[in-house]
């Protein structure tokens, strides 16, 4: 466990550097996803197939070597590969505007770009989760979770809308330059952490397929981390499911403009917000299994609200903020518990494996997820195929009671070693 003096982590010179490097990250990620594709929209005319393929190509990486990315994330610095995967983002989206001026830019150029971001992404992701503890004291990182899970929740739903304009304002390949500077800021908040590591484990020079053996079966032998693993996939292959659903129902049923769409998104930050500021006040009064648990219900119950906005009439709207609030309420109350309870379980030397077995289950999910929506949006209308996709994030709310996370209580004494 980190060193650090007990301070909050606002008061941590590196937690405070890494925070900083999550939240330009994350802008410069919200931007790319939008911009790339209006690239290949907009500057290349690529048609809606193409497109499509393209935005699937960005979550390829989380399948192709999400699992074994965590084995890197044990044997070098953390630290270090959060800077390379900074810099590496920035020069491969830098590029697209270079080649765009020259005339140069094809969408087979943007397809790799897609694979090599996707993968770098994925590196950084994970080294992230796993660094944190080593920056934060396990008493503290409730707090550091809290920080983190509200400045994502805002990057998510705030910026898209602003990207929006900008890219309206300055073109496509003009908003990857914002991307690309953000990583670049990313990279310079990361090099400034103080930090020193762990020196390299006996097992570092072990084979790769047997490191990433060893991690998946530590993984899967750890009951709460392997419950909240399975719980995730569930809600994710449920939420992913009604994502483009969510989107024609509000605009083409409930007649809400793209404008208004962005003002509902933004208003249920709120929710996350209050959550992120009360997590740990309700983590201390009920503990971390019975907040886990009742954030994962909370933020199925607003997916489950949203279709009576269909029969609330002229209460539509409210109904539909509603369940945002709710949602974004529960969401940041489950991510701050879970991701403190797992990290508070894990071992250091093998966070990154764990944590990439992890996020290889939830990436699986969304990509299943996005699939499983499609089939459901041409079988069926869209209130009763929201309906159905809203209903089932509660399977994942059902695994967790059958598992038994509602009486877990987690302290830094608790961490299973390998072996």
């Known amino acids: 466990m980190s060193e650090q003096p007990s301070v909050p982590p606002w008061r ?71 800077i390379i995967s900074d810099v590496a983002r920035a020069v491969l989206l830098l590029s697209v505007p270079v080649a765009a001026l020259l005339g140069w830019l ?15 992404d994925v590196c950084w992701l994970t080294a992230y989760r796993s660094y944190i503890p080593n920056v934060v004291p396990s008493e503290r990182l409730e707090q550091a979770y809290a920080a983190t899970g509200a400045t994502d929740g805002v ?29 670049l800021v990313s990279a310079v908040s990361n090099a400034t952490i103080r930090r020193r590591e762990r020196p390299p484990m006996p097992d570092d020079h072990e084979p790769v397929l047997r490191a990433f053996l060893d991690g998946l079966i530590y993984t ?3 009951r709460t981390v392997r419950s909240l693993a399975i719980s995730d996939g569930l809600y994710f292959f ?20 793209a404008g208004m769409i962005g003002v509902v998104y933004s208003v249920g930050t709120v929710g996350g917000l209050v959550a992120a500021f009360l997590a740990r006040r309700i983590g201390s009064r009920f503990g971390a299994g019975r907040s886990i648990v009742s954030g994962s219900l909370l933020r199925s119950a607003g997916m ?5 906005a269909i029969v609330a009439g002229p209460l539509a709207l409210p109904v539909v903020i509603g369940s945002r609030l709710v949602n ?15 990290q508070r379980l894990l071992a250091d030397a093998v966070r990154g494996r764990a944590n990439g077995s992890v996020q290889f289950v939830s990436g699986a999910a969304l990509a299943l997820g996005s699939a499983a929506g499609a089939g459901l949006a041409g079988l069926l209308d869209v209130e009763l195929a929201l309906t159905i996709s809203g209903i089932a994030t509660l399977s994942a709310v059902l695994w967790l009671a059958v598992a038994g ?14 072996g």
């Open 405 to 418: 996370i509602w009486s877990v209580r987690t302290t830094p004494e608790t961490v299973a070693e390998p």
């Open 328 to 342: 974004a309420f529960g969401w940041t109350l489950w991510d701050v518990h879970q991701e403190t309870t797992k």
């Open 106 to 120: 094809t969408i087979g150029q943007l397809f790799v770009l897609a694979i090599l971001v996707g993968a770098f």
């Open 238 to 257: 449920a939420w992913s499911a009604s994502q483009s659903i969510t989107l024609v129902f509000l605009n083409r049923d409930l007649g809400l403009s």
């Open 304 to 308: 489950a609200l949203l279709p009576l």
């Open 155 to 183: 990057t998510r739903t705030a910026v898209p809308s602003l990207a929006g304009f900008i890219i309206q304002a300055l073109g496509p390949p003009a908003g990857l330059l914002i991307t690309g500077a953000s990583y």
């Open 220 to 222: 899967w032998r750890q």
């Open 12 to 82: 941590n010179h590196d937690f405070v550097h890494l925070w900083i490097a999550q939240a330009t990250g994350l802008v410069g990620q919200q931007f790319s996803v939008l911009a790339v594709p209006l690239v290949a929209i907009i500057t290349l005319q690529a048609s809606a197939p193409t497109v499509g393929l393209l935005v699937a190509v960005f979550n390829l990486p989380w399948l192709i070597f999400g699992l074994f990315v965590g084995v890197i994330v044990d044997r070098v610095s953390r630290r270090r590969l959060l």
